[in-house]
């Protein structure tokens, strides 16, 4: 009797048994498997979200070179936007030349912050100071710049004093500081390394159809539309520089984070580029 009884009910038991195990692996299992579904979902819409952002809206760049100083600092990080100037093959990841031209085009106005890519150097991104456009004659007279036969207006102002933006080691250097005014009233600041420097006296330059004239704000120490970057047709544009969201010192690394509160240059950030 005992045996009968302890037999069938044991046997009853396991069975109950194993089908709750079963159940709760399988319903485990499918938890398991919507939840990896799930995250590989939201990972996908993440990426394509930003793939939309830095195609269409904003790009992230930082500044390697001195060629902008004193505007731009190097270890400055800022967003450019891609739809000032419209959209050619350039504006996409990779730039592959799947067609040619600008959609939804519209020329920098002077004094513009501009990255673009160089006739000769489609692989590289430059960003510099738009002063020429379509039609203009730009020249430089011992180190004064003239547009269209008119000298720009400039005042002195007192010396950047900073790592040295007249060479490449970082040792203190001060350097006479300049206030350029356009005629569309864009105000900014140069520098001038050296008196009757390189560039200082040039030929005239009369820009194409099509094509822009950039300089770098570090007058002495930039290679742009005065040398070997040349004229620089609409389609090379990227987008304009509209503000630095992060900045680090000269020489620091900004993913050395235990580092930031010396190496930041806090009073830079969310500064809008000028």
């Not at 390697?64 to 100083?69: F, L, V």
């Not at 967003?79 to 730039?95: A, D, M």
């Amino acid at each position: 009797m005992k045996a009968r009884f302890f037999g069938p009910s044991r046997h009853v038991r396991v069975g109950v048994g194993t089908g709750i195990g079963k159940a709760i692996r399988v319903t485990s299992i499918k938890k398991a498997q919507g939840g990896r579904g799930e995250t590989i979902r939201i990972v996908i819409h993440a990426l394509l979200i930003a793939l939309v952002i830095r195609t269409f809206l904003f790009q992230p760049f930082n500044i390697p070179s001195g060629s902008m100083k004193a505007t731009l600092l190097i270890g400055d990080y800022l967003f450019v936007s891609k739809f000032s100037y419209g959209y050619s093959h350039f504006s996409l990841p990779f730039s592959p030349p799947l067609f040619s031209g600008r959609f939804f085009g519209s020329d920098p106005a002077r004094g513009d912050v501009v990255v673009f890519r160089p006739p000769k150097k489609e692989d590289t991104d430059f960003i510099k100071r738009v002063i020429g456009l379509p039609g203009d004659r730009i020249q430089m007279k011992d180190g004064r710049l003239f547009i269209n036969d008119v000298e720009v207006r400039r005042e002195r102002l007192s010396d950047f004093v900073g790592p040295n933006p007249c060479a490449s080691f970082l040792f203190p250097g001060r350097v006479k500081r300049w206030k350029e005014t356009l005629d569309n009233g864009v105000s900014y600041e140069t520098l001038d390394c050296e008196d009757n420097g390189k560039y200082d006296n040039t030929n005239v330059f009369t820009v194409p159809p099509g094509h822009f004239f950039m300089m770098g704000d570090n007058r002495d120490n930039s290679d742009d539309s005065r040398d070997s970057v040349g004229y620089v047709p609409r389609e090379n544009l990227i987008g304009r520089a509209q503000v630095i969201f992060f900045s680090v010192d000269e020489g620091e690394s900004a993913w050395t984070f235990w580092r930031w509160p010396i190496s930041v240059r806090w009073g830079r950030l969310f500064n809008i580029v000028r």
